[in-house]
């Protein structure tokens, strides 16, 4: 058998939160069996703990990846996020650490788009009051305050992977999209893009947020904004929890100027199934409460499951970064006999000379050469001859700069 560089049996690597099945096949498939699972996010002491001797570690949304994990995580090489958002993640710490971060961006947006659109219909029918008083034994048969979502304003925050997906489905049901985003972007079908915020607000009957958390959408939705909303307007968002002012919503929802909402995350959501759900919309009749499922479906998350699962095994396997969310992105062709170095260092001046000072001061070969830098750290692999790579590996290491090497064969 073929000598490996580090026997895959001894990569460990973590799944967290309930990742789907279909991730540990596709690490199984790529010759990875060393993995733990768990169910759901774990404290930070005992993430500390779990990730110490991880060289791959997989989250979902809950699990907080912050500098103080990282500088516990020795051996951790790459994260995949098997959601969308990065934001759990400390992404700077992590590139600091040489530790490259994975997403799926694309797999989960259908099943976001189609639950959004659930929603406005049910809201505009005031159907999560009326399932409420039907739950209590009441009857609230009438037609005062409801509508078609046809001929309605739909007003989309964030016109990225969702924001169009949803445009495009609302339009089939006849529905008016408008939409704000910070960048300029091209309108699917006859939406149309309106340059403030406030206008968006004003004209739409159904405000619904695609915005990534960052810290210009950190309450993007506070008082001010939702008193701008139309009366009897619905607000959902499916996006993060920090993007609006949970209290200012519930604030409108019980003045009726909001005459509903539908909201899948929250500022702070529980750990898993078992703890509790703390929220002031809890005994708001008028709200859809979902606990963070937007992207749960069997298929988004079979999806996602495989398409993360093989980035981390590419990744270990032959050191390709391709869609990494904080690395320079490198595609590499597979290395055949060659050994191959991996060199992540910080983006400082002469770290480039002394990696070319290695080779030419020991006289060795390089087969081949690949090179991407971000502002912050730059990302080298060189394929040479396997019996160079010892003695290589060693002086690389030494470089000033260095944050991590590794070789591969
Ligand atoms: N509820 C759930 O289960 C899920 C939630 N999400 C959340 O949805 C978010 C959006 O997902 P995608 O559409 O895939 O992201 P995306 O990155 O494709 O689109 C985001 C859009 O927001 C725009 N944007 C950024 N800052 C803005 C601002 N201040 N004002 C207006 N627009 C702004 C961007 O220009 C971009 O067009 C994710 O970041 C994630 O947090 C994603 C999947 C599932
Ligand atoms: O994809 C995302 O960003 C999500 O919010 C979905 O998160 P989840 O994997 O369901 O914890």
Redesign the pocket.
């Known amino acids: 058998m073929a000598k490996m560089s580090l026997d895959k049996d001894k990569i460990k690597i973590v799944l967290l939160e309930g990742i789907h099945s279909s991730a540990v096949a596709t690490l199984n498939e790529a010759g990875y069996h060393n993995i733990d699972t768990y169910k759901t996010a774990l404290p930070e002491e005992k993430l500390i703990e779990v990730i110490k001797d991880a060289h791959f570690i997989g989250i979902r949304?809950r699990t907080q990846l912050t500098r103080r994990i990282f500088e516990h995580a020795e051996k951790l090489t790459a994260v995949g996020c098997f959601?969308?958002?990065t934001?759990q993640v400390d992404l700077g710490a992590a590139q600091e650490h040489g530790v490259a971060v994975f997403n799926a961006?694309?797999s989960?947006?259908r099943?976001?788009a189609e639950l959004v659109l659930a929603e406005a219909i049910l809201l505009l029918r005031g159907i999560p009051e009326k399932n409420a008083v039907c739950h209590r034994g009441g009857w609230m048969k009438t037609a005062v305050g409801s509508y078609e979502v046809r001929g309605k304003t739909l007003g989309i925050?964030?016109?990225?992977?969702?924001?169009t997906q949803l445009s495009v489905l609302a339009e089939s049901l006849g529905m008016k999209v408008r939409f704000?985003?910070?960048?300029t972007?091209l309108p699917l079908g006859n939406a149309q893009q309106i340059r403030n915020?406030n206008d968006l607000l004003g004209m739409a009957d159904i405000v619904s947020l695609?915005?990534?958390?960052?810290p210009?959408?950190k309450m993007?939705m506070g008082a001010d904004q939702l008193a701008q909303m139309k009366p009897g307007a619905v607000l959902i968002n499916?996006?993060?929890g920090t993007v609006v002012d949970i209290e200012a919503l519930a604030a409108s929802l019980e003045s009726k100027h909001l005459s509903g909402a539908a909201i899948?995350?929250f500022p702070v959501e529980p750990r898993g199934n078992d703890d509790e759900f703390l929220s002031p919309l809890r005994n708001i009749d008028t709200a859809i409460l979902t606990p963070?499922?937007?992207?749960?479906t069997q298929e988004a998350q079979e999806n996602i499951g495989l398409e993360v699962a093989e980035k981390l095994a590419k990744y270990s396997d032959n050191g390709t970064t391709i869609s990494s969310v904080n690395f320079p992105e490198v595609a590499l062709p597979q290395h055949g006999e060659a050994h191959r170095l991996l060199h992540i260092h910080k983006n400082i001046p002469g770290v480039l000379t002394a990696i070319n000072r290695v080779f030419s001061d020991n006289n060795l070969n390089i087969c081949s050469q690949y090179l991407q830098t971000n502002e912050k750290v730059g990302y080298v692999v060189l394929d040479v001859d396997s019996g160079d790579s010892d003695l290589a590996l060693e002086q690389l290491k030494q470089i000033e700069g260095t944050i991590r090497a590794r070789v591969l064969f």
Request: include cysteine; proline fraction near 5%; charged fraction near 10%.
């Open positions: 949304s959601c969308i958002g934001n961006p694309y989960n947006t099943s976001v925050i964030g016109y990225g992977a969702i924001g704000y985003d910070v960048v972007k915020l695609h915005v990534p958390e960052l210009s959408t993007m499916a996006s993060r899948d995350v963070h499922i937007g992207g749960s």
